[in-house]
């Protein structure tokens, strides 16, 4: 069983890596493709199974560095969530890049990091302690700056210059955090409740709690927390797939995972709740939230507003962690999950339009909606579901936030509510927009320009229509993913 | 129970997807159809009259579900509705065959009708904000049918204060949820009788009684913006001119209702009237609504735009009914639930004849509609009896509201909102008579000033028209008609 | 529950609708249905004349109607008052026919003519104030088609000012009565008085009963929103001027003495504020008649200066207390006498307009020289109404005269009440004044215009026969009511009197008493003395031969042009839009505050094809210069790296 979780780890960085040497050319590229997806898919079913049946603390250690460092893997529950996440969501955007890339050139180093990270992240979510956890953030790192820079011209490499400093910037500040945890962590493995053995801290509180604030805001660069958010929407230049997947999805959740793993398993909510460390916390998550929804609707470049529309919803999850309390956790859970799913489906709309019409600003994409139905139509659920209309899936983390933050009782929680709203507000106003835009042009506005366009073949189609789906059975029926998440909050699971 | 629930609900909107189908493309067979939803719809209405009781449809997650009920107060604006959408649906055959996609017209207009049947039914607070935000994106497409660049814009503003307003409700959801209790509708009020009296409170009783004040506040304020209450009562002035009159007339008519009775719902069937008397809520709620009868009834007299002035005058007018539901008492709540059927009744009436002044009379200002009254004697005779039902003249149907009003208020309030507010509600009837009576005396009695070719409307868009002039008249003459289908209020207040 | 109640006040309605119905075919059916409709209304009121006579009480009630309940009664006054709007409105029907033979939409003037009959009939038979209310309100809008039958310039003009007055009237008794209500949970006129008698020292019933006089007085003409009557009357038909001065200023009235006898039975104060108003009127009404030159007008000043006098009567009636029988009698007949008079002289006027379609006394001059019966029937008016003794004017005068003599030894403010006894004979003086100023004018003097003059005077019939009769009916009425004055007058008196709880008076009253005939006398001397110096010397001018009326009075002075017309149509809608823009421009100015700040969208770069080229053609020195800005340089994140180690190092070293 433990050798069953190395190979989910191992098995797609080896396929990723041994792409390229099989040598399939430029013009092959349906081989190729289906060699992509079938390495994703082979790597999804491990995963899956090794979720199913996971006995938490098998560990199976890899390499002993020091008597208290190690290179541990294990699966928790906490884990699973995202394990899960990432399973069903990376399959679907192997299958969206086949199309995609087809203009992008340079498939096969593309499709190799793809899956190359995959197998990292899939690492990432099983470390059993920081050190691992740290090891293969480092490598999450190196793994995408390709994917970032792919088009090799010079914003590209702005970009990927950029993305790089802020993330080694931001793991070195996390790295400081650690330390701490050496000194006075009882021992660096995540336990549910944290490690820290207060004996030793005393009266050196505050000192402990500096540290809590270096790393949230080390990791918080990956979750683009308010000062450190500006990679990201320059990384909007890189192909949709990895904008979809990495930079909504994969690389800013493994951010937030990161900072629910140190608040929940290494510091302990209870030893951080009350304290001035979760004032300026849920302070930072508050403004993001507010000022990224402002930045989306001031933004008209398609791809930047729903970057900036992530880096407010990155800030509703660490609102829901940074309530210390399992609700909140669970809250931060589900929005986790179902942003997840709804902004991919978004940013795989917004590759359609880019892809095929060549258009990347808002008021270009007047009367598209007659057009291009499916892809609006899936955009509009997407649109619906992040602005949290009920009956979509948004409705079911939103509510669950909202409550969190009002039952925590802090003062801050009401002003957490009130950035909800806000910003609940902002969403549905730049979301609509695009979807009025699209579907009811302007009176003078002539259809004919737009007669060439029409909607992408099914390779790009099914992503869309199955997130959308998905987005709504969530919201139609989430009480089973509810119960799960807060089970898996309570560590009773 | 459930066959109520999707005759009224869901019949409706399936029947509007139906409108969009290529044999309905010809106008007539559309028309009889539409004809033939509406009719079936009024008459499922009568129908449920005789259901009682509640049950639950589906359960989005534990604490989240969708619960319908039957009671009192859904089927008296479930006949409202159901009666002004079948009037105004006639009216529209003809009217629209002027303007351009009809079929989306009718889709958005069945769709609205759905979504407002479903707030009338609904049974707890997340059923009843999930149709009010059905509701209002539902109903936005009517607002820009037109598609010129100002209705857009109206239609996005329209939006923008629909959506603020239910996240506000929204914001008063999670309050309630945290500190209420359950949020199920209950005749009465669901906060525990302890909280009704502040002084003999323990610290954090009476901080949970102030967090629930503010959630009631954030409630009314929100839905209040659906009524054209003041601080978020900008939309309507803008979004009805630009809309075609039959959709302004269902908006400002029926729509205004839903938050009506949206109000109603969460502060009698939720907070309960008794928890909310003399609190620092009813007040600053009731000078809320002062403000906007007479700034409404202000800018209506200054007005110049025909449609405009009526889209003011609503927003007056509904506050009247919100003044009576701000007296928390049966008696001012009878005035209310009377002055909701009066104006719903009279608006319709004034907007469908604004409208038949447009398209016959081809002038949209009410200074240019000198002598018309010779040419288009029946509707200026629709004119001045809903006129005189409004300005709340004896024998018609306006009276008897402003009757009840008034004097509940003078009985139920103990400091100067006793006088004040029958004041305040009598100058505005005077500034009523004064932007209403004119377009009488300018229609029939001045001479033509322009040689205008204004001839008298269709008969299918009068018949309408003068069905609801005379209900006016007979519900005038013998109200006890509708106090019947009020009774459920000694229930509740 | 009599049946018959509603039906006399809903039958003319429904005549309306069938003279609409029935005229479509010609003018004649109009004629024929209207006068119809008001006969069978006529004998009706006859029939339940005879009942009340028998001593029934009748009364309808029924709670659905209107919301807020219908509820009639029938008693003395209510009968009268019920009894003379039909005569009214038979006469003046009978008298339309020729009168608007040449006029357009009769039907529409008829309609609402007998919608406005049913309406008063319906104010006059109310039982509670709410019903009062409910008709008072179809009335004014009912007459409001009556005023601006002409459809000309200034008939709207003051149709506009009618209807303003009636609906801000209207809306301040509606926010009286809601006030009664709140403290008196019944608006029954019956028991308000024993309801609020020992609430009379909470201000909000005083506020309250002054609204609902304000309400009340408008209709009757009262000061301060007298403005519309001198207006209406010279634009409406003549039929429409007698009903609205005979029998609409009448409902307010009953209006006022309803709120007067059920709520401030015995106030002084209450009292105190009739009579300033009702002085104010009277005095006013006839100066402004002796300067008037229209005939109309006059005469309209007349009935405002003559709801004076029934003001004055009704304060007495509140002061004089349990012993007001004279002040009771004296009110309720110089109602009745008012109507009827003004009945006759304004189908007089009528008649004159009818023929010259002029109504400035210049014009006019002298045109009834020759015409007897029209001398006569207007010679009977005119005495009785200037209080001529053997006319019925002087009864009531007199009555209340003698009330205002009996009252001032039993009160303190003596001197106060003398001075209004002194003013009461001056404006009697000055009513006998206008009135022969107008006699003189039309059926003494010649016309100065010598060819108009033989034009008048070679006019032989004026009105047609059926006129003619309707004219010498009403004057035989007058003199009925004035030559026996001990029979008639008194009956109608002890019939009315229980409506104004007046009691019987001790002994019976010696009209023809040598103190009444100097009372008379007096008033008629000052008359006589203020035509001779006042209207001839300074109102006219009199070149060599032909005089000639001049419009003294300056036009500018007038209330409603000078006070009300600029307050309500510009300075208070323009000072409310100000600050009700202010209020509802807030959220938005707000929202466009932010658009322009926070929410400003960003422009749409220009993609300049720099960036687009492929790296391995840029050279490296491009590179470096092109990754500008310090916080992304490579030294910059290493110099952060170096800081992170030389945290650490620094608390390693701290904790040994």
Known sequence: MKYLMLIAIAFPVVWGACLPFLRFEETDRSSRNKYALTGALITSALVFVNVFNFKSNDGFQLIQLTNKMSIVFDIDALSCVFLCMIAVLWPLAVLYAWEYMHHEGRENKFFSFYLMTYGIVIGLACSANLVTFYLLYECLTFATIPLVMHAMDRRAIKAGRKYFMYSIAGAATAFVGIMFLVEYGTSLDFVYGGTLDLVKIGSQQNLILLGYILTFFGFGVKAAVFPFHGWLPSAGVAPTPVTALLHAVAVVKAGVFAIMRVTYYSFGAAFLAGTWAQSIVLGFACFTIVFGSVCAWKQQHLKKRFAYSTISNLSYILLGVGMMCPEGLAAGLAHMLIHGIMKICLFFCVGVVMEKTHREYVPEIEGMGKVMPVTFGCFTIGALSLSGIPLFAGFISKAALGTASVSSGLPLGLVGLCALLISAVLTAAYTFEIVIKAFFPSKGFNTRTLCEFKDPTWQMKTPLIVLSVLMILIGLHGTELMNLLSKIAMNLL | ?493 | MNMLLPIAAFWPMAGALLCVLAGRKSDKMKFMTADAVMVIEFGLMLFLLVQVMEGNALSFQMSAAFGSGLHLKLDGFRMTYGLIAAFMWLMTTIFTEEYLHHYGNKSRYLAFTLATCGATVGVFFSADLLTTFVFFEIMSFTSYVMVIHDQNKEALRAGETYIAVAVIGGLAMLMGLFILYRYAFTLEMSQLFHLLEHELDNPMIWIAGVLILCGFGAKAGLYPLHIWLPKAHPVAPAPASALLSGILTKAGVFGMIVITMEVFREEAAWGALLLGLGVVTMVLGAVLAVFSNNLKRTLACSSMSQIGFITVGLAMCVFLGHHNALAVRGTVLHMVNHSLIKLLLFMCAGVIYMNLHELDLNKIRGFGRNKTLLKVLFLIGALSISGVPLFSGYVSKTLIHESILEYIPMTSAAGLFSLVETIFVIAGGLTFSYMTKLFVCIFVEKNSDTALQKKYDDKKNVMNTVSSIVLVVCALVLIVLGVIPNISADAVADFMQSFLHGHAPEHAVHYFSSVNLIGGGKSLLIGAFVYVFVIRGLLMSHAEKNSEYLQRWPNWLDLENLLYRPLIQHVIPFVMAFICRLFSELPETLMKLLNHTVLKKTKIEVRNPEDFKPASLVSDAQLSPMVSGIESSLSFSLLLFGLGVVLAMIYMLSSF
């Open chain 2, 1 to 493: 129970m459930l066959g109520y629930f999707l005759g009224l609900v869901l019949f409706p909107m399936l029947s509007g997807v139906l409108c969009l189908v290529p044999a309905f493309k010809d106008d007539r067979k559309r028309n009889l159809f539409v004809a033939a939803v509406l009719g079936l719809n009024f008459v499922f209405v009568l129908l449920s009259f005789m259901q009682e009781g509640a049950f639950e449809l589906l359960h989005l997650t534990d604490h989240l579900a969708l619960r319908f009920m039957f009671d009192g107060a859904g089927r008296f604006f479930l006949l409202l509705s159901g009666l002004m959408f079948l009037m105004v649906g006639i009216y529209s055959f003809e009217y629209m065959s002027h303007e351009h996609n009809r079929p989306r017209f009718y889709l958005f207009y069945l769709l609205t009708l759905g979504a407002l049947n479903g707030v009338c039914l609904s049974g707890n607070y997340m059923t009843l904000y999930c149709f009010f935000e059905l509701m209002s994106l539902l109903s936005m497409p009517l607002v820009l049918h037109s598609q010129t660049n100002e209705s857009i814009a109206a239609a996005k503003k329209y939006l923008l204060y629909s959506v603020f307003g239910a996240s506000l409700g929204l914001g008063g959801f999670f309050l309630f949820t945290v500190y209420g209790g359950s949020t199920a509708f209950v005749a009465g009020g669901v906060v525990a009788d302890a909280l009704h009296h502040p002084l003999q409170l323990s610290s954090d009783l009476l901080f949970q009684r102030n967090m629930l004040l503010i959630g009631a506040f954030l409630a009314i304020v929100g839905f209040g913006a659906k009524a054209g209450m003041m601080p978020l009562h900008a939309w309507l002035p803008t979004a009805h001119p630009v809309a075609p009159a039959c959709a302004s007339a269902v908006l400002s008519g029926v729509i205004t209702k839903a938050g009506v009775l949206a109000i109603l719902r969460v502060v009698y069937f939720l907070y309960g009237s008794n928890f909310l008397v003399d609190t620092w809520v009813q007040y600053a709620w009731v000078t809320l609504i002062l403000l906007t009868v007479l700034v409404g009834s202000t800018l209506a007299y200054k007005e110049k735009i025909l449609k405009k002035r009526l889209a003011y005058s609503s927003v007056s007018q509904v506050s009247y009914v919100l003044f009576g539901l701000a007296g928390l008492n049966a008696w001012s709540l009878t005035g209310a639930l009377l002055h909701a059927a009066a104006h719903s009744m009279i608006k319709d009436v004034l907007f469908m004849s604004a409208g038949s002044i447009i398209m016959h009379g081809h002038t949209e200002r009410a200074d240019r509609i000198d002598g018309m009254g010779r040419k288009m004697p029946m509707t200026f005779a629709c004119i001045t009896v809903a006129s005189l039902g409004l300005i709340g003249i004896p024998p018609l149907f306006g009276y008897i509201s402003k009757w009840y009003l008034c004097t509940g208020a003078l009985m139920t309030y103990r400091n100067f909102f006793s006088w004040l507010g029958p004041v305040v509600l009598l100058i505005s009837a005077l500034l009523t008579a004064g932007y209403l009576f004119t377009l009488t005396i300018n229609g029939y009695l001045k001479n033509e000033t322009a040689e205008s070719d204004a001839h008298e409307a269709g008969a299918l868009m009068l018949l309408p028209m003068v069905i609801l002039c005379a209900l006016i008249v007979i519900c005038g003459l013998a109200p006890k008609l509708v106090m019947q289908l009020i009774e459920f209020i000694n229930t509740i207040a």
